[in-house]
């Protein structure tokens, strides 16, 4: 469900402040910022990339924190949908296993791309990626964690996607 932050209007000297006032306009606001809309998911087992030379949306399988209602296993994984707009940095880390080639992560918002996170030559170790984007985002947008590989195979991959509000717009 959506958190709602209310404008607190000008009093002129003199005007009263009111029990309903109290409740529109400062307490619903203080409440929602002690936890505001935030959404972590993870994969909790390797997910195997088979495309090579392809960008991939990450299939998350558990959500660790949702305040918002933003993730649901069915019917889009992949995805973390906003409930309440605002700002929100997203923040990616993905795991990859030994494997030679490039690989790369990227944020998309309603499937365009958005941000391109990181990129480099894969390792013979496991090794991480991570990148964080701030991004203005409606009520029903979403945003999603993508995965390149130019490995010549399959590379096995974990993840987490960390979507926290920051602040309203404007």
């Given at each position: 469900?959506?958190?709602t932050y209310n404008t607190v209007p000008?009093?002129?000297a003199g005007d009263q402040f009111t029990?309903?006032?109290?409740d529109d306009y400062i307490k619903t606001n203080v409440n929602n910022l002690r936890v505001p809309p935030m959404c972590i998911v993870d994969r909790t087992a390797a997910l195997n990339q088979t495309t090579s030379d392809a960008y991939e949306a990450f299939t998350?399988?558990?959500e660790t924190l949702d305040t918002d209602g933003m993730w649901a296993s069915s019917p889009n994984p992949t995805r973390v949908t906003i409930s309440t707009a605002g700002v929100y940095a997203v923040n990616f880390i993905v795991q990859?296993?030994?494997t030679t080639g490039v690989v790369a992560t990227a944020i998309k918002k309603n499937g365009?791309?958005?941000a391109f996170l990181q990129s480099k030559a894969a390792h013979a170790a496991s090794s991480?990626?991570?990148g964080t984007c701030y991004l203005s985002l409606a009520a029903t947008d979403y945003v999603e964690g993508f995965v390149y590989q130019a490995t010549g195979g399959s590379v096995?991959?974990?993840?987490?996607?960390?979507?926290i509000w920051q602040g309203q717009a404007s």
């Amino acid at each position: 469900m959506a958190k709602t932050y209310n404008t607190v209007p000008d009093k002129a000297a003199g005007d009263q402040f009111t029990e309903a006032m109290w409740d529109d306009y400062i307490k619903t606001n203080v409440n929602n910022l002690r936890v505001p809309p935030m959404c972590i998911v993870d994969r909790t087992a390797a997910l195997n990339q088979t495309t090579s030379d392809a960008y991939e949306a990450f299939t998350f399988d558990t959500e660790t924190l949702d305040t918002d209602g933003m993730w649901a296993s069915s019917p889009n994984p992949t995805r973390v949908t906003i409930s309440t707009a605002g700002v929100y940095a997203v923040n990616f880390i993905v795991q990859i296993s030994a494997t030679t080639g490039v690989v790369a992560t990227a944020i998309k918002k309603n499937g365009a791309f958005e941000a391109f996170l990181q990129s480099k030559a894969a390792h013979a170790a496991s090794s991480y990626m991570t990148g964080t984007c701030y991004l203005s985002l409606a009520a029903t947008d979403y945003v999603e964690g993508f995965v390149y590989q130019a490995t010549g195979g399959s590379v096995a991959m974990d993840a987490t996607m960390a979507v926290i509000w920051q602040g309203q717009a404007s």
